[in-house]
């Protein structure tokens, strides 16, 4: 008796437009050891063809370091977002069923658009203003500690996993989400990045920042960083209430 | 900048909290009296009576009516916004997410009935005061009873819960080991006021 060979079995959701209509296809390839869902799709595109033998279009999907740094091949894997690079065969249940983020447009297939946590950056102000009428000499001393803090933060490589799993992100709602909120502290807590908390801290608390969030704290569960997101934004829900009191008796 | 929104939200969470939480508290205490028998429910809600009418009324409309109306609109609202996950992200919290919102639907509907039929129909229109017979009546329907113990189970649950999430909203319990602790406490707090219910409420069917 021939030994049959190992195959891992795929189901992708696929769709052909960013308006078009989402429908499922199943693709098998060989097993081999180590492998992980970023080799697989790779594999797929080699020989296009699904497992009743229709030769279809290759999938289309994202991704760039292949060692969970870039962020871009965040989708949903058996129903959870995570990295493709980093998702291992060996540890998923089979058929491994692969969807895109759907709290995002899809622009094809597993290709998602995240422009979106962008233009959440840019309206928390996420960067340190360097330009001014002051003179640059040497930069600031920052404190050891705070500096570990902000090193954790700014491991965030805004891969929207915890969009995608948070329940009060997507269309029927304007919260901007875990991680763009989060940045604003990162910034809050730089040397001269903290001379415009006032105006992050007041982006914060404009309609989808952070009062939209629930406390379902799904985005801490799966940040592929390991960021402690809720424990900032409970720290961001401290800093500001403090700053809706100055704001209502400083004025 | 007037960030309507933020303070909305957070008015919201303090009524239910503060105000709401009080209202409930105050539901359990009275209702707990029947353990004693009819003769001291209904001396406790005689002397309830006692408050002049327009005072008594005032509370009623400002921290009864007001708060749950403002809490129930506002928590529609919200709760709209959110599109439950648990299926996929089945984690301890997100249960408790989605079960506030679950909770608060099945409470929507269930005070206009409690306090549609008992405050505003029976004691407001018809009259008919508030009594440990009148409660008897009420619940002797073993499918009202039913209905009125999930009431109270969701109310507590909602509350308890609402404790949890309003330490991470005003960013009292910060870190993981706080929540965990505040959690805990909070759920304990459930069970046991889930107790007191179902001992008073079991006190109607012997």
């Known amino acids: ?251 | 900048m007037i960030n309507t929104t933020f303070y909305l939200r957070r008015l919201h969470s303090l009524c239910g909290l503060v105000l709401l939480g009080g209202v409930l508290i105050e539901h359990l205490l009275t209702n707990a009296t029947a353990l004693g028998g009819p003769e001291v429910f209904n001396a406790g809600l005689e002397a309830m009576e006692q408050i002049p009418k327009p005072i008594f009324l005032a509370i009623e409309v400002c921290l009864y009516a007001v708060p749950i109306l403002f809490h129930a609109i506002y928590g529609v609202y919200i709760a709209l916004q959110a599109k439950n996950n648990q299926g996929n992200y089945g984690y301890n919290k997100n249960w408790k997410f989605t079960l506030q919102r679950w909770t608060a639907w099945y409470l929507v509907a269930f005070l206009i009935w409690h306090v549609g039929y008992l405050r505003i129909f029976l004691k407001g229109i018809n009259g008919v005061p508030i009594s440990y017979e009148l409660v008897l009546s009420v619940v002797s329907n073993p499918i009202v009873w039913v209905l009125y113990v999930v009431g109270m189970f969701a109310a507590i649950f909602h509350f308890c819960n609402g404790i949890t999430t309003f330490c991470m909203t005003w960013g009292i319990a910060k870190g993981p080991r706080s929540q965990s602790v505040v959690d805990k406490m909070a759920m304990g707090l459930c069970a046991a006021m889930c107790l007191v219910t179902l001992a008073f409420m079991g006190s109607y069917l012997a």
């Open chain 1, 1 to 251: 008796m021939a030994e049959q060979k190992k195959t891992v079995k795929f189901i992708i959701e696929r769709q052909d437009s960013p308006t078009s209509k989402p429908y499922t296809q199943e693709f098998e390839i060989p097993y081999r050891p180590a492998l992980n869902v970023v080799a697989s799709l790779m594999e797929i595109q080699k020989n296009p063809v699904t497992t009743s033998g229709e030769r279809v279009a290759p999938v289309t999907w994202e991704c760039n370091c292949l060692e969970k740094v870039c962020g871009a091949c965040m989708m949903v894997i058996n129903g959870r977002a995570r990295q493709a690079c980093c998702a291992l065969i060996d540890e998923l249940e089979q058929p491994i069923r692969l969807q895109p983020a759907r709290t995002f447009p899809v622009i094809r297939d597993l290709l998602i658009d995240r422009s979106v946590m962008f233009e959440s950056l840019k309206r928390v102000q996420a960067w340190v203003e360097i330009d001014g009428t002051w003179e640059v000499k040497d930069a600031p001393i920052q404190n050891p500690y705070t500096a570990t803090t902000a090193y954790e933060i700014s491991h965030c490589m805004t891969c929207g996993c915890c969009l995608e799993a948070c329940p009060n992100v997507g269309p029927q709602s304007d919260f901007i989400g875990a991680s763009p909120t989060v940045q604003a502290y990162l910034f809050n807590l730089h040397p001269l990045g903290k001379f415009d908390k006032e105006k992050r801290l007041n982006a914060l608390m404009g309609k989808g920042g952070i009062t939209s969030c629930g406390n379902s704290q799904n985005c801490v569960e799966v940040c592929p960083k390991n960021i402690k997101l809720t424990t900032y934004l409970a720290q961001l829900n401290r800093d500001v209430n403090k700053q809706a009191l100055k704001n209502m008796f400083n004025k």
